[in-house]
């Protein structure tokens, strides 16, 4: 990735695919001897120079290798902290994905700001809405960020939903990998209407995939919005 970065940034700098690519063979080679991944619905996917907003349930760390098995140039949002994780870390900063301080009201803002504009220029991205990894595989209440953005920037949200990674990784214990299989499953796009609708549909779907009931929290309009 250090190699080709130089002519990503020249050729290809809001999607770097190359560096897309990698990331996907990477985390296929790293895990195909402990699961195998099914993937329902490729159908629904965008094409890869549509932009969009993608988003699934969280619940687990294997989540992220996972996704990359969709072979979609899109940016996480994830929390700045992982950004120094050697070699994974790295990996996320030269394919650019997108920092979040999660406690830090402007860098919110700030995020919303750069999901908007990467969409308008036709770069997809991806949220995990629940904001962080569930405990017990217990679907939370999604913060309305993602919605936000998809209506701001006139693009569709497609829900996706996991199934089986917080089994083979529980959250808190990835030192623990198991084998087994891992099951994506990708829902028609949602599009029009307001963040609030769009966020509705897209739970509901991934709601009917999981197979378990949301926790009913209310929003919080301030430092909850992602």
Not at 211 to 221: G, Q
Request: proline share 6%; hydrophobic share 45%; aromatic share 10%.
């Amino acid at each position: 990735m250090l190699l080709q970065h130089p002519l990503v940034l020249l050729l290809d700098r809001q999607r770097r695919k190359a560096q897309h690519l990698i990331n996907k063979l990477w985390a296929s080679a790293s895990t195909f001897f402990f699961y195998e991944v099914e993937i329902v619905g490729k159908e629904h996917l965008p094409h890869p120079n549509e932009p969009a907003v993608y988003i699934s349930n969280h619940q687990s760390f294997l989540d992220i290798f996972a996704l990359f098995q969709l072979g979609r140039p899109f940016k996480f949002i994830s929390k700045t902290s992982v950004f120094f994780i050697p070699i994974v870390g790295w990996a996320m900063y030269l394919t650019g994905h997108i920092p979040l301080h999660r406690l830090d009201a402007k860098s919110q803002l700030e995020c919303l700001r750069r999901c908007i504009e990467l969409l308008k220029r036709g770069v997809s991205v991806f949220f995990f809405p629940e904001g962080t990894r569930s405990t017990d595989g217990t679907l939370a209440a999604f913060k309305k960020g993602a919605f936000s953005c998809a209506a701001k920037a006139k693009v569709p949200v497609v829900p996706i939903a996991l199934v089986g990674t917080g089994h083979l990784m529980p959250n808190g214990k990835e030192n623990v990998l198991r084998t087994g299989k891992v099951k994506i499953v990708i829902h028609p796009r949602v599009q029009g209407g307001t963040a609030d609708e769009l966020c509705d549909q897209a739970q509901k779907y991934i709601v009917s995939s999981v197979a378990i009931s949301p926790v009913k929290r209310p929003f919080n309009s301030s430092i909850e919005e992602l």
